[in-house]
């Protein structure tokens, strides 16, 4: 179940792909992503609103990335792409926000 849902993400971005079914497995590609990076939640407490903002973020970027060939870092044995995308800081910050002070952990 990801955190955001396709009416979300037609809701803030405007060019998003018209097809839903595409749409929505760009959104769980995005949200096993994000739920791997981000801190978990703790059961039965609302998701946070950056959350589901990031996985807005997340999806676009995912779609944007495979809309261009620039970012080809190399090609392998069967002319398979090699390919580099990590979370964009964008999207980090959302989900781990910075504090004002240092924490120990």
Known sequence: MTWATVPDVRQRWDDAPLDDELLGALLDAAHEQL???APALVDGVPVPARYREAEVLQVRALWQ???RD???LGFGEAGYAVRVRPLGQDVRSLLRPR????VVR
Do not use: F, S, W
């Not at 504090?99 to 240092?102: A, Q």
């Open 65 to 67: 990335a495979q809309e």
């Open 99 to 102: 504090r004002g002070r240092p």
């Open 35 to 37: 739920a791997t990076y």
């Open 70 to 72: 620039g970012d080809v």
